[in-house]
């Protein structure tokens, strides 16, 4: 049976960007893209200098090409300068993650102050509005790319208390890349995203405890929490010929504890 594209793992790419790349699932998944033959990064980092400089030197080490730029994207001016920083650099990017997040901090209706707000929805759903806006033309002018955000299973349940606007702002990250489906998938560029449950992280060491973890561990079929590889596989999945009929959708992984 004839086909149009090969059956397999293969990419049609060169460089990828990267978004909070310095830990976590976003260092994890330039290391599976590097595997993956990805030679070109574009890396993004905020606070986390030593992790971003590590990973840097490992992948420079497989004989990748790495540039790197720091911006806190909770504030307007880090999302112009990392921007900024993306044209000056003026690379074609093939793959865009765009996986910077965070709870930024939990809290109850009565404690929010609009500042609070504003950084969560910078960080989380402007900052990769906004990249996604500085990137798209160059994977147009080359007639394709793949792009990734991360949602969360927050966005599914509403979140844990105090973690109602970060899950508004993971749902409307869902939202997001079922709209640009219709205006970049007509261009060549599939856009998906990825929504992990738990993840045994820093993410989780800085905003969660031991209860918490382990009321999400005993709702989990799987009997784990899931880590940090796992999500950057489906991300490298995602940008690999092998999806490549994959467009809008928000891939769930949670060792079964959410199912759609
Ligand atoms: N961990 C989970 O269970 C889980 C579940 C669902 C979704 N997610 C999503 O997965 C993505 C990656 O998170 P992770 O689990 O890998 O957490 P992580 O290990 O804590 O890494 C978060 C990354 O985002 C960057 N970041 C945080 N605040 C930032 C800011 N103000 N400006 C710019 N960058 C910032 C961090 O940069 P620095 O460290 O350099 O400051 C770091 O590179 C996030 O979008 C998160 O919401 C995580």
Redesign the pocket.
């Known amino acids: 049976m004839a086909q149009t594209e090969p059956n397999n793992l293969s990419f049609n790419a060169q460089t990828a960007l990267i ?10 998944a330039a290391r599976a893209l590097a595997r993956a033959g990805i030679t070109r990064f574009f890396l ?6 030593e ?2 400089n590590a990973l840097a030197a490992e992948l420079r080490a497989a004989g990748c090409d790495v540039t790197l730029a ?6 307007q001016e ?1 999302i112009d300068s ?1 921007i900024a920083a993306y044209h000056a650099w003026g690379q074609p990017v093939d793959i865009l993650v ?7 901090g939990r809290a109850k209706l009565a404690e929010y102050t609009s500042a609070h707000y504003d ?1 969560i929805m ?3 759903v402007k ?2 509005w906004f990249m996604t806006q500085a990137v798209a033309p160059s994977m147009i002018a080359k007639g394709g790319g793949c792009i990734v955000n ?5 966005a599914r349940t509403g979140g844990g208390v105090g973690a109602t606007i ?1 899950a508004a ?2 749902a409307a ?1 869902a939202a997001f890349t079922k709209g640009l489906v219709k205006e970049l998938a007509p261009q060549g560029i599939r856009v998906n995203a ?13 905003y969660s405890n031991p209860q918490i973890l382990n009321a999400v561990l005993q709702q989990t079929p799987a009997g784990r ?2 880590d ?1 590889e796992e ?1 950057a596989d489906t991300i490298v999945f995602l940008c690999s010929n092998a999806a490549r009929y994959i467009h809008g959708q928000t891939i769930e992984l949670n060792g079964g504890m959410f199912m759609v």
Request: net charge neutral.
């Open positions: 978004t909070g790349a310095s830990r976590g699932i976003g260092a994890a993004h980092y905020n606070s986390f200098g992790g971003i720091q911006a806190d994207l909770s504030v880090g990392l765009n996986n910077a997040g965070h709870l930024v950084a910078n960080l989380n900052s990769a991360l949602s969360s299973i927050a970060y702002s993971k990250v990825v929504s992990p449950g738990t993840v045994d992280n820093y993410f989780h060491e800085k929490l899931g940090n999500v």
